[in-house]
C-alpha cells in the first residue's frame, strides 16, 4: 500500500508545520468562535479583545477571560483523540514536528505535544504591564490583582494576543514555514491574519504540500493541495495513521 507521504511525495524526513485553531478543541467541549454557537455569537471582539477595550472597561474584559479560564479549568474539558494524534505524530516522525495553535487553551500541551508556539498567548497565564512578567494564571484577575514579581497593583492582564496586536514569534514561525515538507491546517475557519495567510506562505515554497482537516471548507480552502472534512477527532487520527503507515 502506497503511504499517503509517497502519494503525496512528502520525504519521510520532512519538517511539517501544523496551525490548529478553535475547531480541534469543539470537541473537547470549548467553543469555537465563528460557529453558530461561538463565541463571537454572543459578545463583539471590540468589546471584549482589543487593547482599546481593555482601556476602556478593563472589568468587562477580565470577566471575559475569567469566565474561560474557569471553563478550561473544569475536570470535564479534556484533551481529545485529535490533540493525542498530533502528539504521537511529534514524537513518532522522522523529521521535526512544529505545532503553532491559535488556541489559548492548555490542550495540546495536556495531549504531550512539545514543540508548541501559542501565537495567539495563552489563557492560563498573566501578564504584567509594569514590569513585563509573564506568570502562570489560573484564578480569577480582576483590576485589583497584583504583580507578583513587581508588587503593583492594577497593571495584570491575561497573557493573550489581541486584536490589533502582533502575535508572538512570528518570525520563528515564517522561518519554519519557509523550511517546511508539509503544512497542516487544523479547525480554523482561516479569517484570522497572520495565521489565515500561513498557507500563502508555503505556497511560495514549491516542495511543500498544503492539507486542510477541518469539519468544513475554510476561508483559504481553495489554497490547499488536499483536504478532509469531518470532526477532528474522526480525521485527524486517520490522517497521522496515514502519514506514519
Ligand atoms: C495583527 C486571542 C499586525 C483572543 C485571537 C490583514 C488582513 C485582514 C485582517 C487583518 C490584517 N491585519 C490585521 C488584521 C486584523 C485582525 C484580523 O485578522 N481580523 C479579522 C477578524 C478580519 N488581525 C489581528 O489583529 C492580529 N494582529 O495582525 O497584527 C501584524 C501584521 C503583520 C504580521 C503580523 C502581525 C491579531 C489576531 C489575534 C487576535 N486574537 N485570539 C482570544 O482567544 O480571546 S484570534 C481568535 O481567532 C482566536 O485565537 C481564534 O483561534 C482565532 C481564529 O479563529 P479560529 O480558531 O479559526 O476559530 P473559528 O471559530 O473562526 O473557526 C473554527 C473552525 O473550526 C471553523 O472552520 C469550523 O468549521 C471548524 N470546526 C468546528 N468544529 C469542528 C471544526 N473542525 C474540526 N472538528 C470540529 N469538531
Redesign the pocket.
Given at each position: 500500500m502506497t503511504g499517503y507521504h509517497q502519494a503525496m511525495k512528502i520525504a519521510k524526513d520532512a519538517n511539517i508545520v501544523i496551525l490548529t485553531?478553535?475547531?480541534?478543541s469543539?470537541?473537547s467541549g470549548l467553543s469555537?468562535?465563528?460557529?453558530a454557537d461561538?463565541i463571537w455569537a454572543t459578545v463583539r471582539i471590540e468589546d471584549v479583545?482589543t487593547p482599546e477595550a481593555f482601556a476602556r472597561d478593563p472589568d468587562r474584559v477580565h470577566d471575559f477571560y475569567n469566565e474561560r479560564r474557569a471553563g478550561l479549568l473544569d475536570s470535564k474539558i479534556q484533551p481529545n483523540a485529535a490533540h493525542e494524534a498530533l502528539a504521537r505524530l511529534e514524537a513518532a516522525w522522522g523529521g521535526s514536528v512544529m505545532l503553532v495553535t491559535?488556541?489559548?487553551d492548555n490542550l495540546h500541551e495536556r495531549a504531550g505535544s512539545k514543540n508548541l508556539v501559542h501565537m495567539?498567548?495563552e489563557m492560563l497565564k498573566g501578564w504584567c504591564q509594569a514590569c513585563g512578567l509573564v506568570c502562570e494564571w489560573v484564578e480569577a484577575m480582576d483590576i485589583n490583582s497584583v504583580c507578583p514579581h513587581c508588587g503593583v497593583t492594577g497593571h495584570m492582564r491575561v497573557h493573550?494576543?489581541?486584536?490589533?496586536?502582533?502575535?508572538f514569534e512570528?518570525n520563528r514561525i515564517y522561518a519554519a514555514l519557509a523550511g517546511c515538507g508539509l503544512f497542516i491546517s487544523i479547525?480554523?475557519?482561516g479569517?484570522?491574519?497572520?495565521?489565515s495567510g500561513f498557507v500563502s506562505e508555503v505556497r511560495h515554497n514549491s516542495s511543500c504540500r498544503a492539507v486542510e482537516l477541518?469539519?468544513?471548507p475554510?476561508e483559504g480552502a481553495q489554497l490547499f493541495d488536499d483536504a478532509r472534512h469531518g470532526?477532528?477527532t474522526e480525521i485527524v487520527p486517520g490522517f497521522v495513521a496515514e502519514l506514519l503507515s
Open positions: 485553531g478553535a475547531g480541534i469543539k470537541e469555537t468562535f465563528r460557529d461561538g479583545a491559535q488556541n489559548i495567539h498567548g493573550v494576543v489581541w486584536f490589533g496586536e502582533m502575535p512570528m479547525g480554523t475557519s479569517n484570522v491574519y497572520p495565521a477541518n469539519l468544513e475554510s470532526p477532528a
